[in-house]
């Protein structure tokens, strides 16, 4: 507030005065910064203040602006107990916030909560927001404590009794006086925003300060309240005046979120590392909780309110196109939030109101490209959406359903007027051309200049290559093709593996992922694209079994020890393409117990092969919850392809370990995370058949404990609930992972159709009980020296 009081551009000092005209009369005021641990109070609650300040002596106190930080929530944590102290010594206060200028999102204190609780706590007590943008509240704030300290003066019999307490307050600060037991003293010195010195009045320099005489002076400060999204929870005073009581609910991963305060944080400027994610977790998984359309409007709120805010139009044009930016990564990731005609009709109506502005016209044409190719797929009636909302409203009167109807013809023919329209930036100027070959143009080039266009089609491109890599058993696996593997290239295998790895990991969308981990069996039938996490999670058992097929193929040990190295070395190949998933399952086949067991077999190892191949055993290990693999994937750059079966059960443990809401009271526990692991589970060792039989399994406990969570309606939430953010994020962190990955794709990778061919279209057994008794038919169970030997290899 130093600008108030004409404070700018060097430090403040503890004590500053300035001569300002109030109501026509010449006053000094000085301004004394003291911070809460400088202060003492006395038993009978009178102020002890310090008897100098930077070694000046410590002038009248004729009145005390009690400061706060809305960024620091340990800032109120004497703000109780001074107000009641000086509400007792009927000293006129002001209650200040400051940093105002921060967004609600990153507060840590609500004001509107601590004014409350003030008033409950002291009564009516003048408050005020200051923030360094706004100057006004701070010379606003600062005149209505002269006046207050004024009108105290003019009442003679409260001003001499006033004036006695603070003398004999005054007095006692010569003497020691101890401070009070019961004070939380973790403040140090105040800082430059708690501090007096930042009541900034005008300077001498400056134009005096002219206020108007006005009889509601105290309840100025109603003015400036600003809008905020928090909610705000009274609560009964404190018994002990010294306890502090206010409180403020603020959205944290404890406290949970509302619908609004998700939004807030959506369109504000990102602030952290965090932030810069939090669109695209929020794009992801806000379906668990609200509807396209709900989304939509909050955001066409808050577009519309800018335009009302009374900062700088280049600041506000700013904002805008954040939020347009918003708009349209959420559209082109994913279009099918838009098929519904609810939806697609608002989105139409905003963006031709805007083609007709000149800074937002390039915007608005590339959001109605991506939104000519808005169709409807999984996503259209996922979870909350917008037929379901639509259903909810249709209690409404028949004569809203008529207004209705008579908007969207008027807005059909405004859409069609509009679209006729060819933007040329040239100068300030705009063009229209001739509507039938623009309507032609645009309709031609949507495929290639729409962002979603472009996505759909390279994911649909993706999908049907991966339809055409499921393995299909023609032939037997004989010698012939063990000689043939052997003779291929390891780093040949590593890539042909990558690449069909590659086209099925691109095939696979964040929120199908989502919705395989969170929907029943009757529900996964219905959405036609999760064939396509059905189908990586099969090639990665798949190509397990195929490892150890090869590798039992061999009656001699030599040979099963040729293949093994083979197969180790390609992993090591595998590790170096970044390519974690086809890594994952090679070890899984080597590592299997048919395998594993086979100690003549691994005698036979080269030591440096087998020593290159603990790594990657340590890399891919579970101890610290794949802590090495975490790391390296954090940390590969370039094309990558995760370990699916890990990402997936993160899911599984995050979506079915929490709750989608704060405080519900039939959250389901998660004291037995066998339960809750029990489909993620599947994904590994060849157990991907069990899939439908543990979900059932899953559904059977919960309902026999009565403690099945509650979800968000179907047409989204209503009202204030508070959704527990921490959950989604948590599985935010996957789904950016997944799309971070998808979109640094591999090189063009040429086919090879012989390891192809080695690999999808060879007959290999699947049995676990099968396989293991070809293994103990090559080395018997219990042979001589088979421990002595296993454990001699490690040793070495």
């Known amino acids: ?128 927001r200051s923030s360094d943008g706004s100057p006004e509240s701070q010379r606003l704030c600062l005149s209505v404590m002269l006046r207050a300290i004024l009108a105290s003066r003019q009442d003679s019999s409260k001003a001499n009794a006033a004036l006695r307490r603070r003398a004999a307050s005054n007095s006692s600060a010569l003497r020691p006086i101890s401070p009070r037991p019961g004070w939380n003293r973790k403040h140090e010195r105040a800082s430059s925003e708690f501090s ?14 002219q206020v108007k005489t006005a009889p509601r002076a105290y309840n100025a400060f109603a003015d400036l309240e600003e809008p905020t999204a928090y909610d705000s929870f009274g609560s009964e005073a404190n018994d002990s005046d010294y306890e502090p009581s206010i409180v403020s609910v603020m959205p944290s991963d404890e406290n949970g979120y509302t619908f609004d305060q998700l939004v807030d944080r959506l369109v ?92 937002f016209a390039v915007a608005s044409k590339e959001i109605l490209s991506d939104l000519e190719v808005a169709h409807e797929d999984d996503d259209t009636d996922w979870a909350c959406n917008d037929k379901n909302r639509e259903r909810a409203d249709q209690g409404r009167s028949l004569s809203v359903n008529h207004v209705i109807v008579a908007e969207e013809s008027e807005d059909d023919s405004l859409s069609k007027s509009t679209t006729d329209l060819s933007i040329s930036v040239t100068g300030d100027s705009l063009s229209q051309k001739d509507a039938s070959s623009s309507h032609f143009e645009r309709s031609g080039s949507a495929t290639s200049t729409s962002s979603a266009g472009t996505m759909l089609n390279t994911i649909d491109a993706a999908r049907r290559q991966a339809k055409l890599l499921v393995p299909i058993p023609r032939a037997q696996l004989t010698k012939t093709q063990w000689h043939l593997l052997m003779g291929e290239p390891e780093e040949g295998i590593a890539r042909e593996l990558t690449r069909i790895d590659w086209i099925m990991f691109s095939s696979i969308r964040p929120r199908d992922l989502v919705r395989h981990v969170s929907l029943n069996a009757a529900e996964k039938k219905k959405c036609k694209n999760l064939d396509n996490v059905d189908r990586m999670i099969e090639h990665f058992n798949h190509l397990a079994y195929w490892v150890t097929n090869f590798i039992l193929l061999r009656d001699k040990p030599k040979h ?51 020593k290159d191949f603990m790594k990657l055993e340590i890399l891919m290990s579970t101890q610290k919850s794949h802590f090495a693999y975490r790391l390296a994937w954090e940390n590969s750059s370039g094309e990558k392809i995760p370990y699916l079966p890990l990402h997936r059960r993160d899911l599984v443990s995050a979506a079915e370990g929490n709750a989608t809401f704060v405080a519900d009271p039939s959250r389901r526990p998660s004291a037995n995370p066998q339960v809750a692991m029990a489909k993620a589970a599947n994904a590994e060792g060849g157990a991907a058949k069990a899939e439908a039989e543990s979900a059932a399994k899953l559904q059977a406990v919960l309902n026999r404990t009565g403690q099945q969570e509650k979800e968000a309606p179907p047409g989204g939430i209503e009202g204030r609930e508070r959704i527990n953010w921490k959950k989604f994020a948590i599985m935010g962190e996957v789904i950016v992972g997944i799309q971070r990955a998808q979109g640094v794709p591999y090189p063009n990778i040429a086919r090879n159709d012989d390891i192809k061919s080695l690999v999808l279209d060879l007959r290999i057994c699947k049995d676990d009980d099968e396989l293991y008794d070809r293994s103990t038919c090559l080395e018997a169970i219990g042979a001589a020296g088979e421990q002595r030997r296993r454990f001699a290899n490690w040793f070495r």
């Open 1 to 128: 507030m130093g600008r108030a009081f004409g404070i700018v551009g060097r430090p403040c000092e503890r004590i500053e005065t300035r001569k300002l005209s109030i109501d026509g009369a010449i006053h000094t005021v000085r301004l004394v910064e003291i911070a809460f641990n400088d202060l003492d109070l006395e038993d009978d609650d009178r102020i002890s203040w310090p008897d100098k300040v930077q070694d000046a002596p410590m002038p009248r106190i004729d009145g005390a602006l009690m400061l706060y930080d809305v960024m620091n929530q340990e800032s109120l944590a004497q703000v109780p107990g001074m107000l009641n102290v000086v509400h007792k010594t009927a000293l006129p206060c002001v209650l200040v916030g400051c940093k105002c200028d921060h967004h609600p999102a990153h507060r840590q204190v609500d004001p509107a909560v601590v004014e409350q609780r003030a008033k409950t706590l002291v009564g009516e007590l003048p408050a005020f």
């Open 196 to 209: 007096g010195s930042r009541l900034k009045l005008q300077s001498d320099n400056d134009a005096e300060v």
């Open 268 to 359: 504000a400027q990102p602030q952290s590392k965090q932030d810069t994610k939090f669109i695209a977790i929020f794009l992801a998984l806000y379906r668990k909780f609200a509807a396209p359309s709900q989304l939509l409007d909050a955001i066409i709120k808050r577009f519309d309110a800018l335009e009302h805010e009374k900062h700088p139009k280049m600041i506000r044009t700013t904002s805008q196109l954040r939020h347009l930016s918003i708009m349209d990564q959420w559209l082109s990731n994913y279009p099918g939030d838009f098929a519904h005609p609810l939806t697609k009709r608002k989105m139409t109506q905003f963006v031709n109101r805007l083609s007709h502005n000149r800074i």
């Open 560 to 610: 099963r020890a040729m293949m093994l190295e083979k197969f180790m070395k390609v992993a090591r190949k595998l590790r170096e393409l970044n390519n974690y998933n086809s890594l994952g399952a090679v070890l899984a086949g080597l590592n299997g117990t048919a395998i594993h067991r086979l100690a003549a077999t691994r005698e036979l190892i080269q030591p440096q092969i087998a």
